[in-house]
Structure formats: C-alpha cells, structure tokens
C-alpha cells in the first residue's frame, strides 16, 4: 500500500507525540480503578518495554525524523515479526489502556491501527522495498508484521547477524522507558489522587 509522503512523514516524525497525546487524554477522561484489570495492563506494560529492549539491542540508532535503514534486520526479535519495536508499543498501549478502562482500550486500539498500521509501517515498508529488494520481499513473506502468528518459516540466516548489544539498547531506550514511567505514573495518580 503506498501512502503519501508527506502525511508519512509527518506521521513518522510525530509518532512518538502520539503517546503524549495518549497520557494528556487519560488526565482529562480519566477511568476507573479495577485492580485485577490494573494488575494485567502493567504486566502488559512492562512486556511491550521489554520486547522493545529486546528490539533496541540489534539494530543501529533509530531515533531519527526520517525513514533510514543501514542493513535489513531479520534476527533476533526481527525473526518474529518485522516491527518489535511498534509490537512493543502496542503491548504497552493496550497495557495503558486496560489500566485505565475498557473505553481506553478501543479507542487505544482504533488509534494505534490508524497511525501505525495505515501509515507509518506502510511507509518505512515502501522504503525497505525500495532499498533492500528481493531480499525484503522473501523477508516479508515470512515474517509477520506486529504478531508471531500466523508465520510461513523464519528468514535465512544473514552475513550481518550481530549480537544482541544492551549498551546500545539502554541507550536507545532511554527515552521510551522514560516515556513509560511517567504515564504509568500519570495513570497511577488519575486513577489514585487525582
């Protein structure tokens, strides 16, 4: 699917105001306090950061305003689904989201869908596309986008395998756990204090 340039850009250089947006929305409707459903969305919270550590670990610096990819990753959590990072936010969302109310979590999952899967992997996809060829398309056809399943098989091994680098992921990550602190936070005291 092709998506105009200019709105990817502008999705891709914003995604991460996506979350801030998420955080401003629970301050001003915030939900309901259900401990069993809080229990479960940190849990998810806390797996979404983990699968991006995870994630963060194997590829080179990603916090960029523009699609850019020096090497195609397929190893690691890439050898799962194509977009860890984004399955990461998802998880952790949905986590947010469940903490909050059950209103959070649809109106959570219609926004993620939109942003994410109508325009921002459909962009940097054109551009893998675009740069990495047959070999992005033999990648695809086997390895799901956001969920492990259904698969066709996992991608050949590749002469740029590298190992897992935490240095690189804590510092990547910086930034996203951050961002995790302060709206678990945020939630905690709405549903809490505030």
Do not use: C, H
């Amino acid at each position: 699917m092709k998506v105009n340039k200019k709105i990817s850009s502008l999705a891709f250089k914003g995604r991460g105001l996506f979350w801030g947006l998420f955080a401003a929305g629970i301050l001003i409707f915030p939900g309901e306090f259900d401990v069993s459903r809080f229990m479960v969305g940190l849990l998810l919270v806390l797996a979404g950061q983990m699968l991006r550590f995870w994630a963060a670990g194997f590829i080179p610096k990603y916090r960029t305003e523009v699609i850019g990819a020096p090497v195609l990753i397929t190893w690691g959590p890439y050898s799962w689904v194509r977009n860890p990072l984004y399955a990461g936010n998802a998880l952790m969302g949905l986590g947010w989201s469940l903490m909050v109310s059950w209103g959070w979590v649809g109106a959570f999952v219609i926004a993620f869908l939109l942003l994410y899967s109508l325009i921002v992997i459909p962009a940097e996809e054109d551009f893998l596309a675009e740069k990495f060829g047959a070999e992005y398309a033999d990648y695809k056809r086997v390895v799901p986008a956001l969920f492990p399943w259904p698969r066709r098989g996992f991608p050949p091994a590749s002469a740029n395998e590298k190992p897992f680098d935490a240095k690189r992921a804590r510092e990547e990550e910086i930034y996203s756990i951050r961002v995790n602190i302060v709206v678990t936070l945020v939630i905690v005291a709405r549903l809490f204090f505030l």
